[in-house]
């Protein structure tokens, strides 16, 4: 997701530094009559338009799809692992430290003092998941665990002075 | 019917409360710039400060950058806006002196008191410190934010006073009459239009900000004074995107007054600029969510509204007011100097900013990416490059000693050390968002730190950059209060 988030941003910036440089180079010698190169401008706009529409909102449509706040279905079926989370300034407080791979785990997250965010990182450094950590609330991550492995959890809101060094793992391996 | 022949305007020259605003602007500035270049150096292991001062840093810079952002808009805004309704100078004064006393307050609390919580000042946070700063000093950081909003209250509540008297209402300032009826042509002028939309959301957001804070001070002495933290979060959010985002429309007003200027070219308040203005006065409103989207507890269709928002709100940035810059410059003769450069270079700044930004409000893209440096890479792009640039181009605006002055060669160095320091810096951010660097880190894993490197010899290039600017500036502040031909009019007209 991170890959396709930086593609597509570069693309569009691009395109945008494209047109910008365009009419640039393009600014130099004067057309006097505007009424026209308006009327030009306004019916290109038009068509911009439409071409950014066109692919904005299905985009916008497509992306609601899979959104992280309902469970996935997963091949392999069966009754969620749960983990249940607890942030405190500065340590992650969890009643279990180790699910199996590829079976469903809800991992329940809260506070028991400020805002935290549980962000879980894969062996390769990739944030593949996140819930703020918030008191009074708690906010629920449905995964899967793809392979087996020591995924590390990192702190994602600000917290205080041991903010980056409120760190825990969760073990994926069969038991 | 709009038509499109230019009617030259005369350049007028800034009052002194507006050269106030701009001096105190490039001194904090400055000093805040400098501030994140301790923060990324830290991060790249280039000094060693410690968490605490990294922390007590990181606070002064998000305070102080959105607070100096929003003074050097309003100066911006309150120079052309009066040239159009009849402002009250005292207001205008007594909003630099609240800041002020709101700094100083923000700076003790901070400074003195140890204060670290961000700017964000998320509940619980502030009170709830382990003993790392007191009840005072967060009451104290608190306060100073309220004086401050207090300071921009009093000031959006004469600016609607005075749209109101001039125009017969908001809505007539938003120029709705001619949105909905027949276009006479008669709408109020961009500047007019932007300045009401800023009014509204900003007043609305202030008395949302103030309200929150209030409640979190009340809170730090009376502790069975319970605050619902997702609440509070919605509220500071609100507040927050708010006020941000209206900095970047009073400043764009410098781009609605002083291009036209520059091409001889009306910048017309017509159906298609009018419907873009008061559909970012709503989008700007509800948009909001895009920051909790992580906050799984909010009802699920308010998410979804700011993942939708999001995409919309990025129509009025690139097919209006982006590509209406172009339209303007397109084939104009324009002459190019320092501020039509940073004038120009400004609306590419803002749309290309916008871009990681609405993605980065994808639901499932912020999913794995909330919270990490993308998004300072996103909003310092077009904050940046976009409404830092708007500001500095007034400044060569008003300091141009006449129109046909040239820009030495250091002026023109610095402009394009701007550019490209700001989108090496930028881009930096935004690589190590891609590669899930996570935000507000004092330290940072052996991972992360090349980029934080790269980031900061770009981030010294564009403070060297900014350094001109802002000698520029103040080695011409005579010029600036007196009214004279400043903007070079565009090539055939001239010649």
Known sequence: ?????????????????????????????????????????????????????????????????????????????????????????????????QVEPNQPVDIRVTSADVNHGFGIYDSDLRLIAQAQAMPGYTNVIHITFPKEGTYRVLCMEYCGVAHHNMMTEIKVGKS | MATYTYTPVPDQGAKAGVLA?????????????????LMRMEQAQMISIGALWFYKIMTLHGAGMVGIVALAGAAIMWHFLR??????????????ILFLTGVVMILASVLLGDFHAAWTFLFPLPTTSMGMWSPGAAALFMGGLLVIGVGFVLLHLDIARAIISRYGGLGRGLG???LFGPDDGNA????????????????????????????????????????????????????????????????????????????????????????????????????????????YAYPKWFLIMGHIIGYLNTFPILIVTGYGAMMIVYRSGIRWDMCSRLLFVSLFGWAVGAMPAFIDGTITVNYVM???????????????????AMVFGFMYYLGKPNENAPDSALDVAAF??????????????????KISAARRYAEHLPEWVPYDKIASYFAMLLIASVLVFIFRFLTRLGLASRDYQRASLARSMAT
């Open chain 1, 1 to 97: 997701m991170q890959e396709t988030a930086w593609q597509v941003s570069l693309v569009l910036m691009l395109m945008i530094t494209f047109g910008v440089v365009f009419v640039a180079i393009n600014s130099g010698k004067r057309e006097e009559e505007y009424g026209p190169l308006v009327k030009r401008a306004y019916s290109f706009r038009t068509k911009l338009f439409w071409a950014v529409a066109l692919v904005f909102f299905p985009a916008m449509i497509y992306n609601l799809m899979g959104l992280p706040y309902s469970p996935k279905a997963v091949a392999s079926s069966g009754p969620a692992q749960v983990i249940n989370v607890t942030g405190h300034m500065w340590y992650w407080e969890m009643d279990r430290d």
């Open chain 2, 21 to 37: 605003y701009l001096v105190i602007s490039c001194v904090v500035l400055l000093l805040m710039m400098l501030f994140g270049l």
């Open chain 2, 83 to 96: 040239q159009y309704v009849d402002l009250s100078t005292g207001i205008f004064m007594a909003n630099l």
């Open chain 2, 176 to 178: 709705w009459p001619q």
């Open chain 2, 188 to 295: 109020p002028p961009p500047a007019v239009v932007a300045s009401t939309m800023v009014t509204i959301v900003n007043l609305i957001g202030l008395v949302v900000g103030a309200s929150i804070l209030v409640m979190m001070l009340i809170n730090v002495y009376v502790p069975t004074f319970e605050i619902d933290a997702l609440l509070a979060k919605g509220m500071i959010y609100f507040f927050g995107h708010v006020f941000i985002n209206a900095v970047i429309y009073m400043a764009v007003i410098a781009v609605y007054e002083i291009l036209p200027r520059y091409t001889q070219r009306p910048w017309k308040s017509n159906k298609v600029f009018l419907a873009s203005w008061t559909a970012s006065t709503i989008m700007v409103m509800f948009i909001f969510p895009h920051h909790l989207l992580m906050d």
């Open chain 2, 370 to 388: 909330h919270n990490t440096l993308w998004v300072p890479g996103h909003f310092h792009t077009y904050l940046l490059l976009g409404m830092v």
């Open chain 2, 416 to 433: 394009w050390g701007f550019v490209i320091g700001t989108m090496g810096f930028t881009m930096s951010f935004l690589y190590s968002g």
